[in-house]
């Protein structure tokens, strides 16, 4: 049996945040969501006789805020799963969840029917910052939130931050940090943010009291350093975790495995395919055909994304797990990486080479050296 990985886009959010580009929108009616819901499942048992040789490893619900869904609809999309798919013993089932959203009702019904998992956007701490963002919460109705995850029994929780926001300084988020320590998340997931074009934020970049480079890469690097002193290591450019906690369907995407991808705006690596859902949910929810993208990616392709994807990695590009993948050496990337080694950006390790934490900073500019796609 393959290994697959399954994600399931739920865009429904109670507001949208200012910086958002992700396909969410505001649930209009409770019908709309049960439609959505509907259209879902018939999508996931459509695949059963293509993934009769497949095995899920992970199940990821994300969004959107998942956790505005009824447990009897997160439950009838999960039974889907399950009557489609041979599920592996264990899997990892997770979802994602804003605060204020969900409860232990939910929670609990959640923790029956498989979930193991739960990742819930903080962001920041701080009100001021929250509210620079659009975010709805403070740091009290997160606290609510996480607590009442922990008394339903998640026992992995991740927790979402990010820096680079405006208002926030240096200060300001390592308190954010030291707030969530005594709450021992098993993990934690930090971005900075990125002003994505059309978004309010993006609007109005040119007046926003954001920090300067300078001081969003210092917040990185203590990040890095505070986390690791506290036990969550990291282990890819953006994550960290406590031993055995590292997202499992996240790695799918890092090591180029195979996954499904389910809903609006949800792309799929499959059967050496690769396609992709537009984010029309009208369009969805009438029945039609959203798939807006289909490639086939060649030798080059391949070879190229898994250099990138596994430089995100804190162990980062392996020799021999290059060469049993693709039969052939990798020292044309070696050779590319090797002058970034003096400098201090990136390292040799046992098995090949890795970025640094002050590498990951300038990761992108290196990367766009180091590999070649196909025109």
């Not at 934690?188 to 934020?201: F, I, Q, R, V």
């Not at 495995?257 to 690596?269: K, R």
């Amino acid at each position: 049996m393959k290994p697959l990985g399954i994600y399931l886009h739920i865009p429904f959010c109670r507001s949208k945040c200012l910086y958002c580009d992700f396909c969410s929108l505001p649930a209009r009616t409770d019908e709309m969501m049960g439609a959505y819901v509907e259209r879902l499942c018939r999508d996931i048992a459509a695949k059963k006789e293509a993934c009769r040789e497949y095995t899920v490893q992970t199940v990821y619900f994300g969004g959107g805020t998942p956790t505005l869904l009824s447990a009897s609809r997160l439950e009838a999309v999960l039974q889907t799963v399950f009557q489609t798919f041979a599920v592996e013993p264990g899997c990892e089932i997770s979802a994602e969840c804003n605060p204020a959203t969900g409860g232990k009702e939910l929670f609990s019904a959640m923790r029956a029917m498989g979930f193991n998992r739960l990742s819930i956007g903080l962001q920041s701490a701080h009100r001021d910052e929250l509210r620079a963002l659009g975010r709805t919460h403070d740091f009290g109705g997160f606290l609510q939130t996480w607590n009442q995850a922990r008394a339903a029994g998640f026992d992995n929780l991740n927790v979402d931050v990010m820096f680079g926001i405006p208002h926030q300084t240096e200060k300001s988020f390592a308190e954010t940090l030291e707030k969530l320590i005594p709450l021992a998340p098993e993990h934690l997931s930090a971005y900075a943010l990125t002003l994505e074009e059309g978004t309010p934020l993006w609007r109005r970049r040119e007046t926003l009291p954001l920090p300067g480079e300078e001081e969003t890469a210092a917040m990185y690097l203590q990040m890095v350093n505070f986390l690791g002193a506290n036990g969550l290591e990291q282990y890819e450019i953006s994550n960290f975790a406590r031993p055995g906690y590292q997202s499992r369907h996240n790695r799918k995407y890092w090591d180029m495995e195979e996954y499904l991808g389910f809903g609006v705006a949800a792309h799929s690596d499959f059967g050496g395919e690769r396609f992709g859902n537009g984010r029309n949910v009208e369009a969805y929810l009438r029945g039609e055909e959203i798939c807006v993208e289909r490639s086939r990616p060649g030798a080059v392709e391949r070879e190229n994304e898994y250099v990138m994807l596994q430089m995100r990695l804190a162990e980062g590009l392996k020799q021999q797990a290059f060469f049993e993948r693709f039969g052939h050496g990798s020292e044309a990337f070696f050779a590319k990486l090797k002058p970034w080694i003096g400098r201090g950006y990136v390292r040799k390790t046992a098995e090949g080479a890795a970025f640094t934490p002050k590498g990951f900073l300038v990761s992108n500019a290196i990367l766009s050296e180091i590999v070649e796609f196909e025109g």
